[in-house]
């Protein structure tokens, strides 16, 4: 309910009069504070990247030794080709 005492507006909130410039204050100072609070954000630690999690995820399975070796070494320098 909006009313005009004294040439200024007033809004009747909980039963009290209210300025009109008072809740446009809050309004505002609330939307800022409410905008920072989400912008802002907690830190997080960087995810790994999905290269990384699939390395740790994959078990090479092989039947010697060797062959594991040279599994490894396949993979490595296959990733400093795709790099250049």
């Known amino acids: ?19 009109t410039e008072f809740l446009a204050l809050g309004t505002l100072v609330g939307t800022a504070a409410l905008s920072y609070a989400a912008a802002s954000g907690g830190s997080k630690e960087a ?28 993979i490595a320098e296959a990733e400093k080709e795709s790099k250049h």
């Open 47 to 74: 995810p790994k990247t999905s290269l990384q999690e699939v390395k740790d995820a994959v078990k090479i399975d092989s039947s010697s030794k060797e062959e594991e070796d040279f599994i490894k070494t396949f």
């Open 1 to 19: 309910m909006l009313t005009t005492l004294r040439g200024c507006s007033y809004s009747v909130v909980l039963g009290r009069a209210v300025k």
